[in-house]
């Protein structure tokens, strides 16, 4: 599975749209994206995923470009809530080969008042 | 539906000593994975499992042994806990595609 690169730390503020990028330029025509959060101390918490369409739940949506190098995690309207570790991901859908997959460090989004 | 169970939430062991760490999922889901999170690095994955009697080694085997006899549930075991063992145990779970679903984490201290 692909590696994947996020900044380390982001600020936002409350009420406006957090934009959390991420590069992953090795992905494969068969990994998709998938995003994840973890708040303070508890398990991840799955956001989304994609393959190359653009996506969008009611948590958030996910911007992947024309090449598919990059992606975006945009949440519309952050909220204090979201002050989280935010993680990218590339898998293949088949979750049956996981030897490879790679949690980085992933992108600390403080949301301020 | 509970998700995924995970229990203890907290343990401590003396290093020589043996332990289980409990996984249940009630969501039918085929594939189940045990991780582990340590301070400066991201989560690494230590076993899977694709389905009741498969089991295979991730990232960081060593010292760990799993099992998987029903879809339900995928105990990890601590041989031998060592110092190093410390650390933040995740369980995961999918159907196969789409996203894991993690349990709430075993918080394991060994002295």
């Avoid at chain 1, 994947?4 to 009420?15: I, V, W």
């Avoid at chain 1, 009611?58 to 598919?68: F, G, K, P, V």
């Avoid at chain 2, 401590?12 to 249940?24: E, F, N, R």
């Avoid at chain 2, 650390?87 to 789409?98: E, H, R």
């Amino acid at each position: 599975d692909a590696k994947t690169t996020q900044p380390p730390s982001m600020d936002c503020a409350e009420g406006r749209a957090a934009n959390l990028p991420c590069n992953h330029s090795t992905i494969s025509g068969n990994e998709y994206v998938y995003w994840y959060r973890q708040i303070h101390s508890q398990g991840p918490q799955y956001i989304i995923h994609g393959l190359k369409n653009n996506e969008t739940n009611e948590m958030a949506s996910l911007i992947i470009t024309e090449d598919r190098k990059s992606s975006t995690l945009i949440l519309p309207h952050a909220t204090l809530r979201d002050t989280a570790v935010y993680y990218c991901i590339v898998r293949a859908f088949n979750a049956g080969n996981n030897r490879k997959l790679i949690w980085g460090l992933g992108t600390s989004l403080a949301v301020n008042p | 539906n509970a998700g995924v169970t995970q229990t203890p939430k907290f343990q401590v062991l003396k290093t020589g000593q043996s332990m289980t760490l409990q996984c249940a999922q009630d969501m039918n889901h085929e594939y189940m994975s045990w991780y582990r999170q340590d301070p400066g690095m991201g989560l690494r994955l230590i076993h899977y499992s694709v389905g009741a009697g498969i089991t295979d080694q991730g990232e960081v085997p060593n010292g760990y042994n799993v099992s998987r006899s029903t879809t339900e549930d995928f105990p990890l075991r601590l041989l031998s806990a060592a110092p190093s063992q410390t650390s933040v145990y995740f369980c995961a779970s999918t159907p196969g595609g789409g996203g894991y679903t993690f349990g709430s984490g075993t918080r394991l201290t060994v002295v």
